[in-house]
């Protein structure tokens, strides 16, 4: 009974880690992102580091206020980003273009590396685009903040009952339950910096926007393919390394970087226990023919022993027998001989009688 | 000399006054954490979410209790039948080794009464560390089963003990499977980081790396611990034990040299393969370069020589050194080459609280040990039960 709970378990620890929900390790899948989601893109161009997007975020997340106010942007001067008060900051960076801004938060990847790392499957992929977190069932590991390539989630560490993990959820929760209709963030903005709406559209736009203007922007649009794409798109005139977006980051996803170890897993409580088995049966195998060996070995002296042994006792037998044989001869002549020395004496005596 | 007097005067050891010194801080420690947040007793932070708590306790403490499945392997698969006395003294460890990184994950999680939630609640079964969870829970039980057998005897349940005994093959084969699952999977955790994990250190052959490492770092420790216990142990050893124990010494020196160095052509073929030899002309490649020359490919030749002269002191540090490899290879990874792009004000180093937690895990591992070594039948065998292997 606990064996074959054991053995259960056992398959489960090979087969499920094996079963990957997305980006399958066989197979020519790529996924491309939900049909019809949502995403926001960034303009850099455009934004004047005003902070209203921050003051958007804080109010539909009753969010605390800041040490500092909205309205001071020298904040902006330093590199900050997320935390557990602020699901989204603006930087400003000095770039080889002079300043720019830039605005940080979830990038609500198409294939989430946190998704695919937490083992309570805490966050998912919405079909609306969002990645959202579930508190109820986060165990509080925190191997999300190691996966994210954007550094984003945060996580409350003072909080010794129901510390979590926090981070934009692109406002899903209050535009499902219809409060709003769009991000708090792209709401605030008064230049357009941000635009909301479906993500193969944002494309569109963002091409148009760099076709028109090929002086005005880098020709790349910063999302599209990196991390297996995000809904969260960028363009800038300036490279995005110089705005603090990584460019060595690939354009590989977090499932799909370990979905080959991942598919190697299944093999060893596959294959593990013949070789070993088969190992052991090697080694059990040698060892009886070792112990036979030497009991033959052991057998064939002793045989061989004991016919020399025998062979001795005959040939000591024979030699006695011979022994026995020339002393009884030798006995037998010698009276032979004695009888006749007696009787060559008694006839000498008679003649001598005779005489 | 009476048993009294002998309880009387060990109870005021050095050892015991600072066991019972770093238990109450320990205890100290505790209550603040649980009490007040992960946040009031470490220096981890939003950028660094994985201190020396998983750096140390959970990484270097699997790969460092790899000896109970090298070492039953070796003796019941691998023919090495004439060492079976080590067996035990292998299990034992490994067994605490692993109930530990447990007790200290507690410290860690953020809200470790949802340990189990994993496998009854939701299973997140793409992440790596699900694999781990389980794979590290099955296997406890394994080792528990495995390390029962010397209470039992102990007891004296001779019903309970046959049946547990008779699974002994069954048990090892497990064994073995579990742990290259769940050590080769902890190297994969990092899989998914190649953006924070410094290229040298990065590679898709990770979890390769840590499996291998763990047999190296596993026979290493079970050296390093023969050595140690061998003079407040001594007198619980059998002769068996000890008469073996040189022999031991020698074949496991044998074998450490040999995994160390496919271990060293492995990384070498890591770097070949994402052709990266230029980074190690930096000074992070200079740090590679101490890790893989100093700590590999170094104790692999002092063992090779260390078993051809039969010199076992040679063995003895050369089982040190590679222990301390082993930990200096997991810290790189998980914290020194690990969010290595940080400036250096960003990067974590641990708080005085959290070394604390770490020190006070380990006497509890000694403690332990040293009181179920010196209770029941692990280094010498139950009369009840002799020649029975």
Known sequence: ?355 | MTTESVSKQSLLTPFNIIAGLILLMGAALTVWRFGWGIGAVTNLDNNNPWGIWIGFDLLCGVALAAGGYVTSSAVYLFGMKKHHAAVRPAILTAFLGYLFVVVALQYDLGRPWRLPYPFVVQSGTTSMLFEVGLCVALYLTVLFLEFSVAPLEWLGKKKLRKLIHGMTIVLTIFGVVLSTLHQSSLGALYIIAPAKLHPLWYSSYLPTFFFVSSAAAGMSMVMLEGWISHKPMHKVMSDDYLGQSDDLYYGFAKGASWVLMGYFFIKVIGIASDNEWHLLNTGWGQWFLVELLGFVLLPSFLYAIGAREKNLKLIKWTALLTVLGIVLNRLNVSLIAFNWHLPSEMRYVPSWQEVGVTIFVVTMIVISFKIISSKTPIFYEHPDYKDEH
């Open chain 1, 1 to 355: 009974m606990k064996r074959r709970n054991f053995l259960g378990l056992m398959g489960a620890a090979g087969v499920s880690a094996a079963l990957p929900t997305k980006a399958q390790a066989g197979g020519n899948v790529h996924f491309e992102g939900y049909p019809g989601s949502k995403g926001v893109l960034f303009d850099a161009n455009r934004c004047i580091g005003c902070r209203k997007c921050e003051i958007g975020c804080n109010e539909v997340n009753n969010l605390p206020q800041p040490e500092k106010p909205f309205t001071d942007l020298s904040v902006t001067e330093t590199t900050r980003r997320t935390e557990n008060e602020a699901y989204t900051v603006v930087n400003k960076y000095e770039t080889s273009g002079g300043p720019v801004f830039r605005k940080i938060q979830c990038m609500h990847c198409l294939e989430p590396s946190c998704a695919s790392a937490c083992f309570v499957a805490a966050f998912s992929k919405q079909p609306s685009g969002a990645v959202v977190y579930d508190e109820s069932v986060c165990v509080g590991c925190r191997y999300c903040m190691i996966a994210c390539p954007f550094e984003i989630p945060t996580y409350t560490y003072n909080d010794p009952i129901t510390p979590k993990v926090i981070k934009c959820d692109l406002c899903d929760a209050n535009i499902n339950a219809g409060k709003i209709s769009v991000p708090g963030c792209v709401n605030k903005c008064p230049k357009e910096a941000l635009v909301y709406g479906e993500r193969d559209e944002l494309i569109k736009i963002a091409r148009n926007r760099l076709e028109a203007n090929p002086e005005k922007y880098i020709d790349h649009i910063y999302g599209e393919n990196e991390v297996g794409g995000t809904s969260w798109l960028f363009i800038s005139g300036v490279p995005f390394s110089e705005i603090g977006l990584r460019e060595d980051l690939g354009t590989v996803s977090g499932p799909e970087l370990n979905s080959g170890a991942l598919s190697v897993v299944a093999m060893v409580p596959a294959l593990w226990p013949l070789l070993l088995a088969g190992v052991y049966g090697i080694t059990k195998r040698t060892d009886k023919i070792n112990t036979k060996e030497k009991a033959d070995a052991v057998a064939k002296a002793i045989a061989e022993t004991q016919d020399k042994a025998s062979e001795d006792m005959k040939a000591a037998m024979e030699r006695a027998r011979n022994d026995k044989e020339a002393t009884v001869k030798r006995e037998v002549t010698k009276a032979l001989k004695e009888a006749e020395e007696a009787a060559a004496a008694g006839d000498g005596e008679k003649e001598e009688e005779g005489a």
